[in-house]
């Protein structure tokens, strides 16, 4: 084998090859002998270890570091070698640390380095070359001379000098005959790992240079640099510039910026935290004496109203529960960017940030204005992040030519946008809202230029709204033979309902630069195939496309997913999500990191509480503290490791009691040792033979070629149980096992696109997991939930992170119909999770789902069947006023102390809420009003059309018919759209105004004693009234005045049911009417 005068090392298990050259030009000649080195970062003195041998850290390079900069490195700094930076392996005697192996105890790493097993990654990797290598000729033809690949496969790199070190990845042809280059001639010794001649200098292998020295002298002057500056800032105390004490201390080094966590947790101070807790246990204990008087305290006139009345009470008792402690844990959280740069970011050197694929879905450009999707997209593609780490996947979901055409249109305006966000440092970067914004744009803007160019900046982008509404305009009369592009070929989506998979990169290739010259972000548009007969899952089907394709082409290992209406308002957001998840620390159980929504385009009053605040403010926050917030669809940054449905990093748990704290004689203890160590040395042994036997197949002398027959059937089932869950894609699957992202160098683009095309077909998922376990949760219009939901069950934990700047800003429907039916299918999706196989109270046990969380969890898809006693409740101050009984009977002292200690209790609760979370007083009673307007309505409805679609099959569809509306600022507000799920909420109102007026008429005819006991039923009545104030401000509009129809029907309902009443009448005692002797004597 010609080897070239190179020496070959490796590591089978890793799969790689080193190759050093050691010609006479590359020998370095060093200062010292390895016997006598000092540790390169402390300068101490390197020690002898227990066999006196010379205590080497890295196995790879032998960077010279003595033992405590090593067990320090791997404690508290990233965990790598300073100089070739792979990853420190455990010693023999040093304590563990996260990412080591936890069943090996007392063994060291460096004795098993070459221990080749089969796992899914090398397996993927080896059909994935087979894959590509298809046609370009394997191994097995080439000369035995050439057996040894140098960078690519089977071609040498030209750029490779003698001074550096190349890794190489060996091919694989198929499942064929390999080769194996063996890394030691006798296959059946075991390898060593230090060095034979500790006295021969090292750099004569290659590794050292005199470069790396001057690379330390200068880390040592900046550190020392910065020590100076802690102790000249606050570090003397007043004891004077000549004390040195400070530093010699040990903990010193951790005040370096890049070794600091990158995120910390703020608690809610306990003077706000602690009363909160205590009012909810005195609450909770008021509950129950409230329960204990109502239970026993019947009234026997009104049996059937005050049966009713205690049932619902007690719903709502067990839904306050289900809402109330989830919030118990409440937390804040606080980043530090600057040190995300320090850690990632090293000054002439390429970025250590991980790269992200950000996913922007739509389906009707009618619905939802290309010109706001052409903002998101914008928004993203100038974010503050390194552009070649972001890719931006557009899907289509509805094929339209007119989205393609806006979206090549945006591709063109973002070469002039990007540079002139990038250069003054602007805010927001989606140009609709930066132009609108109403404040001083000169504003810490001291460019000279900045003026002209934002003038002109604003004018391109006039332009480039008129071609995007020309283009809209366009598309509003659909040509009878369809669509066709500029070439002449009809559009391919013309059928909407049957078109193939097309994607199409607009920015990312060579040869695309913005007018700075600078390269750009990627932007692909993707619109997966549709057929019919298949069964697409709108959006989550969509979503599962896009994770397909993106890893394919990119394969980041963070995902962002946003709304088409939701742009990106603070251009750090992703490197806010990165300090969580990239943090070495606390990073590796987090799935995702969750932004909350905020909204444009909101009147003042947030009539129909769309800002939605107090779930945003409080109930998430809560939720941080115990397993994080749930998933809400948008605005959300996930790893993609956990949508592939692996399970989260175990925590490692502590060590136990050894028998060094008990006496010898403990015969329990020593049993407990001898099995230990009897374990610990079985394992070594078969990871030794079975070592044996992989380099006994793998062993080639002379060129002959040695089939390795177990290798190639454990990797073929591995391959295919890998296929059987991902699909049959081995591109795709070879970059599902890549926990650090990445696509193969060596794969053409055409290949990959052909791959890409692959995996957005519809039979794709077909016979796998897609939908199931991986990916967006299939089963429900709300798949975010469930998605999160299924996250959470395998042990990962979310984030939830509320940078001062808001993150990502969206619109949202304002006016009152538009807004009802977005509630309505919130709660439809959570009405077919409790009806599926996913429903919290019964999914996930034995997993990783804290008990607060689940609360939180059958909260969120229990809340719409609360909609049956919101509305009997509602409805019974208004018997209760038509019939003169009351749910009570009459209030002694006693209860009249239970209900204003829990009228008080819940205000109370309400106001330290709103303290620790932020909340408005106005914020959190919009939020009680639409509580009772949604459950009445929206809720009902969902209810109904969730049991008809789950259990009978019926999809139903509430349409919604628009009126003209008013010009001027918040218009929408006040256009009125006519709905069924008007209904029951207006029926609601007109009963309780009757009985207002019916109980206060029959007061007045009846005398100064019957005002006593109707101020009870006119308190329940105006409680209900006041919540759907708002709901009777949307029905009358700006005109004031209310639609017909829904006077007719509210009328014709409130008639029905008040007929029904009297002819009825069921809390009435049926014994007739009963006389009493009056006292007088009326035959005189």
Known sequence: MNTGGRLIAGSHNRNEFVLINADESARIRSVQELSGQTCQICGDEIELTVSSELFVACNECAFPVCRPCYEYERREGNQACPQCKTRYKRIKGSPRVDGDDEEEEDIDDLEYEFDHGMDPEHAAEAALSSRLNTGRGGLDSAPPGSQIPLLTYCDEDADM????????????????????????????????????????????????????????????????????????????????????????????????????????????????????????????????????????????????LWLTSVICEIWFAVSWILDQFPKWYPIERETYLDRLSLRYEKEGKPSGLAPVDVFVSTVDPLKEPPLITANTVLSILAVDYPVDKVACYVSDDGAAMLTFEALSDTAEFARKWVPFCKKFNIEPRAPEWYFSQKMDYLKNKVHPAFVRERRAMKRDYEEFKVKINALVATAQKVPEEGWTMQDGTPWPGNNVRDHPGMIQVFLGHSGVRDTDGNELPRLVYVSREKRPGFDHHKKAGAMNSL?????????????????????????????????????????????????????????????????????????????????????????????????????????????????????????????LRKKSKTKAKDKKTNTKETSKQIHALENVDEGVIVPVSNVEKRSEATQLKLEKKFGQSPV?????????????????????????????????????????EIGWIYG??????????????????????????????????????????????????????????????????????????????????????????????????????????????????YAGILFMLMFISIA?????????????????????????????????????????????????NFTVTSKAADDGAFSELYIFKWTTLLIPPTTLLIINIIGVIVGVSDAISNGYDSWGPLFGRLFFALWVIVHLYPFLKGMLGKQDKMPTIIVVWSILLASILTLLWVRVNPFVAKGGPVLEICGLNCGN
């Open 908 to 956: 109370v609760t309400g106001i330290l809420e709103m303290q620790w979370g932020g909340v408005g007083i106005d914020d959190w009673w919009r939020n009680e009003q639409f509580w009772v307007i949604g459950g009445a309505s929206s809720h009902l409805f969902a209810l109904f059309q969730g049991l008809l679609k789950v259990l009978a099959g019926v999809n139903t």
């Open 161 to 304: 000098y003698s001074d550096r070190h190349a890794l190489i990845v060996p091919p694989s042809t198929g499942y064929g005959n390999r080769v194996y280059p063996a890394p030691f001639t006798d296959s059946s010794a075991p390898p060593q790992a230090r060095s034979m001649v500790p006295q021969k200098d090292i750099a004569e292998y290659g590794y050292g240079s005199v470069a790396w020295k001057d690379r330390m002298e200068v880390w040592k002057r900046r550190q020392g640099e910065k020590l100076q500056v802690i102790k000249h800032e606050g570090g003397n105390n007043g004891r004077g510039s000549n004390d040195d004490d400070e530093l010699d201390d040990p903990d010193m080094p951790m005040m370096d910026e890049g070794r600091q966590p990158l995120s910390r947790k703020l608690p809610i101070r306990s003077s706000r935290i602690n009363p909160y807790r205590m009012l909810i246990l005195c609450r909770l204990a008021i509950l129950g004496l409230f329960f204990h008087y109502r239970i026993l305290h019947p009234v026997n006139d009104a049996y059937g």
């Open 547 to 671: 994770i397909r394709v993106s890893a394919v082409l990119s394969n980041a290992p963070y995902l962002l997913n946003v709304d088409c209406d939701h742009y990106i308002n603070n251009s750090k957001a992703i490197r806010e999500s990165m300090c969580f998840m990239m943090d070495p620390q606390s990073g590796k159980k987090v799935c995702y990191v969750q932004f909350p929504q905020r909204f444009d385009g909101i009147d003042r009053h947030d009539r129909y509480s769309n800002r939605n605040v107090v779930f945003f403010d409080i109930n998430m926050k809560g939720l941080d503290g115990i397993q994080g917030p749930i998933y809400v669809g948008t605005g959300c940054v996930f790893r993609r490791q956990a949508l592939y449905g692996f399970d989260a990093p175990k925590k490692k748990k502590p060590p136990g009691k050894t028998c060094n704290c008990w006496p010898k004689w403990c015969c329990l203890c020593c049993g």
């Open 732 to 772: 795709f699957v070879a970059s599902a096992v890549l926990q650090n992202g990445g696509v193969p160098r060596n794969a053409s683009p055409a290949c990959l696109l052909r791959e890409a095309i692959q995996v957005i077909s519809c039979g794709y998922e077909d016979k796998t997991e897609w939908g199931k």
């Open 780 to 893: 429900s219009v709300t798949e975010d939930i469930l998605t999160g939901f299924k996250m959470h069950c395998h042990g990962w934990r979310s984030v939830y992170c509320m940078p001062k700047r808001a993150a990502f800003k969206g619109s949202a429907p304002i006016n009152l119909s538009d807004r009802l039916h977005q509630v309505l299918r919130w709660a439809l999706g959570s009405v077919e999770i409790f009806l599926s196989r996913h429903c919290p109270i019964w999914y996930g046990y034995g997993g990783g789902l804290k008990w607060l969380e689940r609360f939180s969890y059958i909260n969120s898809v229990v809340y719409p069947w609360t909609s049956l006693p919101l509305i009997v409740y509602c409805s019974l101050p208004a018997v209760c006023l038509l019939t003169g009984k009351f749910i009570v009977p009459e209030i002694s002292n």
